[in-house]
């Protein structure tokens, strides 16, 4: 059906309705409009002063836009995941989750531009070592990223369009920033999947591999230390807590600590839709 600015403001206006029967009718005609209609939902709301009305209506853009949010992940899926640039597709994917409008092109952009303006210093670097010391002291010195000492679950500290402008994230993804710009500067650092505190490995020229502490300022922890960790948490260390992360572990923790955030919000629809999400991966049986 077809719609106009008119309709859809005079709809926004009923959302507050205190008539039960006319909020359903203004909800069923808005779903009726369908897609159609988020474009004008999207506008209003940036404007809205009235921060009630405008999470109204990002709950309604959410629900009319996840049935294609949920086409777009299927297929991505089927393209498999093998690489770190499948994965930052993955992860920024995820962002509509939260921001079905959201244009994550620019995000990738800034990523881009964090690694031309670091670009020079590490080609001049005559060591992997040295070329790691040096992003690093980039992104946690210059840059300011750090980790989260409040709100630890809030799903904000994991969605990359949150944690790169703010610049603070948990564990995983302040790796996550760590790895995609390693990407672009093609630098051997990975994704180490430690219980409780995901990590980010490095190995130098000799084979050694180091492990990097992405929420505490990019420190080198040590595997005992890590040992220690883990023992004090309850959990027996094992060798593949060390090991290199697949980029398909990687993107299922991240779903998993977005399902822990929202159920901490007890924003447990959303929990459920990524349940969902976690169902399609494993259905796929990578």
């Known amino acids: 059906m077809k719609t106009t600015r008119k309709e859809i403001e005079s709809l926004v206006y009923l959302l507050d309705d205190p008539d039960l029967y006319?909020?359903?009718?203004?909800?069923?005609?808005?779903?009726?409009?369908?897609d159609a209609s988020v474009p004008l939902l999207d506008e209003i709301r940036a404007k809205s002063k009235d921060e009630n009305q405008r999470k109204q209506i990002h709950e309604i853009i959410h629900n009319l836009t996840f049935d294609g949010f949920v086409q777009d992940f299927l297929n991505f899926l089927e393209g498999g995941m093998n690489s770190l640039d499948d994965l930052e597709e993955g992860i920024f994917m995820l962002s509509r989750f939260d921001e079905p409008t959201i244009r994550t092109l620019p995000l990738?952009?800034?990523?881009?531009e964090f690694a031309l303006e670091i670009q020079r210093d590490i080609f001049k670097a005559d060591s992997n070592l040295s070329r790691m010391e040096i992003l690093i002291r980039f992104l946690?010195?210059?840059?300011?990223?750090?980790?989260?000492?409040?709100?630890?679950?809030?799903?904000?500290?994991?969605?990359?369009?949150?944690?790169?402008?703010?610049?603070?994230?948990?564990?995983?993804?302040?790796?996550?920033?760590?790895?995609?710009?390693s990407r672009r500067l093609k630098l051997p650092f990975?994704?180490?999947?430690?219980?409780?505190?995901?990590?980010?490995?490095?190995?130098?020229?000799?084979?050694k591999m180091l492990l990097i502490d992405p929420f505490n300022g990019g420190g080198i922890l040590t595997k005992e230390q890590c040992r220690q960790f883990l023992k004090k948490s309850g959990i027996e260390p094992k060798e593949l807590h060390f090991q290199k992360a697949a980029e398909i572990e990687m993107f299922i923790r991240f779903i998993r600590n977005l399902i822990n955030g929202y159920q901490q919000q007890q924003q447990m629809d959303k929990v459920k839709k990524l349940s969902k999400l976690l169902g399609y991966i494993e259905a796929l049986s990578y």
């Not at 359903?24 to 005609?29: A, F, I, K, L, Q």
Request: hydrophobic content about 40%; charged content about 15%.
């Open 22 to 34: 006319v909020q359903e009718s203004v909800m069923n005609r808005i779903f009726d409009i369908g």
């Open 108 to 112: 990738k952009h800034r990523l881009d």
């Open 140 to 181: 946690y010195t210059q840059k300011g990223f750090e980790g989260c000492h409040s709100d630890y679950l809030n799903p904000r500290h994991s969605f990359l369009h949150y944690v790169i402008p703010n610049r603070v994230g948990i564990p995983l993804s302040l790796a996550l920033v760590l790895l995609f710009l």
């Open 190 to 207: 990975y994704g180490v999947n430690m219980p409780l505190h995901f990590l980010v490995g490095f190995e130098t020229e000799s084979g």
